[in-house]
């Protein structure tokens, strides 16, 4: 069954990063077998996130050569749906549209926006989010929604494939959407129902894998208990209960529609993600959470899931002290490949990549590097400067897959039982030394251990390289990949 991703919003579109970040793992790991398509639904285009949601998949079509192992095309990504429908209304030449440019010229409607919102909120720019206001959102997904069936979803756009593409392909009982978004009171929370409900008349299965409370809400500042305080919409908990009516509402259609729904939220982790403003967390540092999340939705998708309303919370400090593998989605399967993943990252910017930028007489005796080529290294210098550039590129590209599990370290209690390390891949220290080498300090080689103190000869001293192989590295690339694999081989070996 393809699966076509559709991303609400920031937070859809941070689950659409999460799943980029995680695009070759998932292969490797056999929990995908084919490519899937994602789609863009978010105003704000200049932000950090829409840019590391579409980075991502293009990152993954610079890196993917030098992957050492079977690794699929690249999934395609349209990433300008709400432009689209924003131009069928006319507002996309409105830099700066309001709420009253949503309402129009009616005369009543007019005057029950100003009984809504104060004229502050009235003439508050739109352009690039609802800021935390469904009930603004809600008008402004009403307007534009008119126009999806018009817009790169359905129609397709630039060479790339729409809906009907996808359905005419594959065919509609072998076509699944799944809805990524959040529902605390965001762009995300305007667009889930009135979406569902549009893509529902297509009689394709729909299936929800939406993101809750991951950050501190403050109360409401009213002076009434219960009171809404209409000047503080957007800044108070009334968005997330607004949202919060959404999942009841969204749960009655689940069992009307047979559809799947997976609703995750970490309380408790509000000092981990920051604090809350209008526009959302302000750090948004608890990828743990994005990781159920997008795992979720590869779950949901498997063969012998059922219909219904899936509910995860995961917290730690509270109800107990470490969140563990089995607490996340295919958490036992994605383990090692992700282990092996980031030890392949690490030997190759703590030590393959310090060896290519040496001094021609350090090179000389560089037993690892000798193998790799017919005569000394240091007498093919222009070839190992080319190794280094292309690996340094290739670093470049793979630092966000870094991040993402190196911030899960950071801000969560992932691991083992008895370990109070984080995730337990290294070392918090030494963990904190590969972010800093991803930024290419020398320091590394100081650092004859690693991954919890095992000896660096495991992953390269043990290599025995096929000299055979000589005669087909035409190039410097082809040298570099044959070195990866080897390095990998090692990694995935009972010695490593």
């Given at each position: ?36 398509s994602m789609f863009i639904l978010d105003k704000d285009t200049n932000s950090g996130i829409y840019k590391a949601c579409t980075g991502a998949n293009q990152r993954y079509t610079d890196y993917r050569y030098l992957l050492p192992f079977e690794n699929l095309p690249p ?37 029950l926006a100003s009984m809504c919102w104060i004229e502050e909120k009235r003439n508050e720019s739109l352009r690039d989010g609802n800021n935390r206001d469904p009930s603004r959102g809600g008008l402004d997904a009403l307007v534009c929604l008119e126009h999806l069936t ?228 240091a007498d093919e210098m222009e070839t190992v400067r080319n190794m280094r550039d292309e690996l340094k590129i290739w670093l470049q590209n793979i630092t966000q897959c870094f991040e993402f599990w190196h911030e899960i370290q950071l801000n969560t209690r992932l691991g ?81």
């Amino acid at each position: 069954m393809h699966t076509v991703f559709v991303c609400l919003g920031g937070t859809g579109t941070q689950l659409g990063s999460a799943i980029g970040n995680l695009y070759p793992l998932l292969h490797l790991s056999g929990i995908i077998k084919e490519p899937f398509s994602m789609f863009i639904l978010d105003k704000d285009t200049n932000s950090g996130i829409y840019k590391a949601c579409t980075g991502a998949n293009q990152r993954y079509t610079d890196y993917r050569y030098l992957l050492p192992f079977e690794n699929l095309p690249p999934y395609e990504l349209s990433p300008t749906v709400y432009q689209d429908m924003q131009e069928g209304t006319g507002l996309l030449r409105n830099k700066n549209y309001t709420v009253m440019d949503l309402i129009g010229d009616d005369t009543r409607m007019k005057e029950l926006a100003s009984m809504c919102w104060i004229e502050e909120k009235r003439n508050e720019s739109l352009r690039d989010g609802n800021n935390r206001d469904p009930s603004r959102g809600g008008l402004d997904a009403l307007v534009c929604l008119e126009h999806l069936t018009e817009s790169s979803l359905f129609q397709g756009k630039n060479g790339k494939k729409g809906l009907q593409n996808i359905i005419d392909k594959y065919g509609e009982n072998d076509v699944r959407v799944v809805i990524l978004g959040g529902t605390t009171g965001g762009m995300g929370s305007s667009l889930i129902v009135p979406l569902a409900k549009q893509l529902r008349d297509k009689k394709l299965r729909i299936d929800m894998v939406l993101l809750g409370t991951y950050f501190e809400i403050p109360q409401r500042n009213a002076l009434q208990p219960g009171a809404v305080d209409v000047d503080n919409i957007g800044t108070s908990l009334d968005s997330f209960y607004r949202a919060a009516d959404q999942i009841e509402e969204l749960l009655v259609d689940t069992v009307k529609n047979d559809w799947r729904v997976y609703y995750a939220a970490m309380p408790g982790f509000d000092n981990t993600a920051g604090k809350f403003d209008k526009n959302g967390a302000v750090k948004r540092k608890c990828h743990l959470l994005e990781l159920t999340a997008a795992l979720a939705a590869f779950v949901l998708g498997e063969e012998n899931s059922s219909p219904g309303f899936y509910a995860t919370s995961l917290s730690y400090g509270r109800d107990k002290q470490f969140v563990d593998w089995t607490d996340i989605p295919l958490g036992n399967i994605l383990k090692k490949p992700a282990e092996n993943f980031m030890k392949l990252v690490s030997v190759l910017a703590s030590r393959v990549y310090p060896s290519l930028c040496a001094e021609p007489k350090d090179i000389r005796g560089n037993n690892y590097l000798k193998p790799y080529f017919k005569k000394n290294p240091a007498d093919e210098m222009e070839t190992v400067r080319n190794m280094r550039d292309e690996l340094k590129i290739w670093l470049q590209n793979i630092t966000q897959c870094f991040e993402f599990w190196h911030e899960i370290q950071l801000n969560t209690r992932l691991g083992e039982k008895d370990n109070k390390n984080i995730v337990t891949f290294f070392p918090e220290k030494d963990m904190n030394l590969l972010a800093g080498i991803l930024d290419f300090s020398l320091r590394a080689r100081e650092n004859e251990r690693l991954f919890g103190g095992e000896p660096w000869a495991v992953f390269i001293g043990n290599i025995k390289p096929d000299k055979k192989r000589l005669v087909d590295a035409n190039d410097s690339r082809d040298k570099l990949k044959w070195m990866v694999e080897d390095i990998w081989s090692i990694i995935n070996s009972k010695e490593g």
